[in-house]
């Protein structure tokens, strides 16, 4: 494959916000196969032939038109490794219709599967699917990185509770009363095995003291971002305690009215891999628009979550940070994506067809500090 071309093409047609990246501003006067050569070069030179993990790839993926917000949410999916494994597990099953799930693996398999350690791969055949399912993604506009990786991770449980139900139905899985079955809630899928946790509701009545609590899965947890904070602090907001009263009054079963009540969320049951989302994007009334709150917020590379309920079952998991989604610009609908992953010992910036190798002090730096690169989703990874 020539990837230089590839290069050249999203260079010239595609031009994002690459402000995360100097080296491009520089490098347009040059030939671009110089620069592509140069870049491959490095990397794998970087790396060095004996660190350079076996088996694994490093490749960037071209930019179709500010699709930057779905290739750093793929990058940062691909190495997350029960879930990559997951889905290459599904590429070896029997050949099934296409679906953006089989075009999902194809495009890990074909990463997983090149001869090179790495390089640029098209995922054009995945956005073309993305875009003929959901026409929220079927045009050329920037789009919100968390809303793509909830709409990806939900419609593959959906696929795979269609296809499990469809088995079902041809008798192919052992099946006991199918009247039953189609009554009782679909089976939790390994999206939900990977991702889904569980949050628990809790309200007491000022009046009778009564503690009702009422639980919601999640597979991802979006959280409000503040000046100067860190992810415990935006994490304590998400369970902070708060009064309903007035017009907001709770109605209590036990006091058959309306009373004031307190009202609390906490993580009941901790996901396998937690995916966070700082909330930056903030609907301003007076604006009549969305803005970004560029506010620094540091995260720890390590994360016990402490806002857990007294039942739940792992409390004191702790989460590696394997991957961040940055959008670095000003606003919701400019600027530009990248993904920043943990592989092996190594930390990736992965800038749609662009790899390097970055030091994580740098990282810390450039994700928390530079008031115009700011995380999105974020992924980490039970150790
Ligand atoms: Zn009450």
Known sequence: MDCSFYNFQIQVIYPCEKNSLDFFSQADELPVYIVVTLMFFSLEKEIGPEQFPVNEHYFGLVNF??????????QALYFCRPFRDKVLAYKSQPRKKENLLTCLADLFHSIATQKKKVGVIPPKKFITRLRKENELFDNYMQQDAHEFLNYLLNTIADILQEERKQEKQNGRLPNGNIDNENNSPPDPTWV????QGTLTNETRCLTCETISSKDEDFLDLSVDVEQNTSITHCLRGFSNTETLCSEYKYYCEECRSKQEAHKRMKVK???MILALHLKRFKYMDQLHRYTKLSYRVVFPLE???????GDATNPDRMYDLVAVVVHCGSGPNRGHYIAIVKSHDFWLLFDDDIVEVKEENNLLVLTSKTSHCLLGPWLVKLE
């Open 65 to 74: 038109g500010n699709t930057c917000y779905c290739n750093s949410v793929l």
């Open 269 to 271: 049951k901790l996901p």
């Open 303 to 309: 994360l016990r979550l402490f806002n857990t309920s």
């Open 192 to 195: 939900h095995e990977i991702f």
